[in-house]
């Protein structure tokens, strides 16, 4: 199993500043929309638990397997709107 790390843009440099995911099988056949699965899966774990909700997105960043640089990736944030409802007690008007 691979190590995988990455570092946003805004959040300081390699090795210092790195986050972790979880280790995964990565090698010479790896493709590249894995690694932007990759890429994805670091935004998010971003987002939720080193504060990336307070960055401006678009951001870059950059994926390290077992220590080296396989890219930077622009990962933009997608809002999705949720809605709720619920009846009221009073008659329409």
Same mark, same amino acid.
């Given at each position: 199993?691979? =190590?995988?790390?990455? =570092?946003?843009?805004?959040?300081? *440099? ?15 056949? *790896? ?5 932007? +699965? ?17 960055? +401006? ?7 390290? =397997? ?8 622009? =990962? ?7 809605? +709720?409802?619920?009846?009221? *007690?009073?008659?329409?008007?």
């Amino acid at each position: 199993m691979s =190590v995988i790390q990455y =570092v946003a843009s805004d959040a300081g *440099t390699f090795p210092e500043d790195a986050y972790f995911l979880d280790p995964r099988h990565i090698d010479e056949l *790896t493709s590249e929309w894995e690694f932007e +699965s990759l890429a994805q899966d670091a935004a998010l774990d971003y987002f939720d638990n080193h504060d990336g909700w307070e960055s +401006s997105w678009p951001l870059d960043i950059e994926l390290f =397997v077992d220590g080296e640089s396989v890219g930077v990736f622009a =990962v933009e944030m997608e809002y999705v709107p949720r809605f +709720s409802a619920r009846k009221r *007690t009073e008659a329409a008007q």
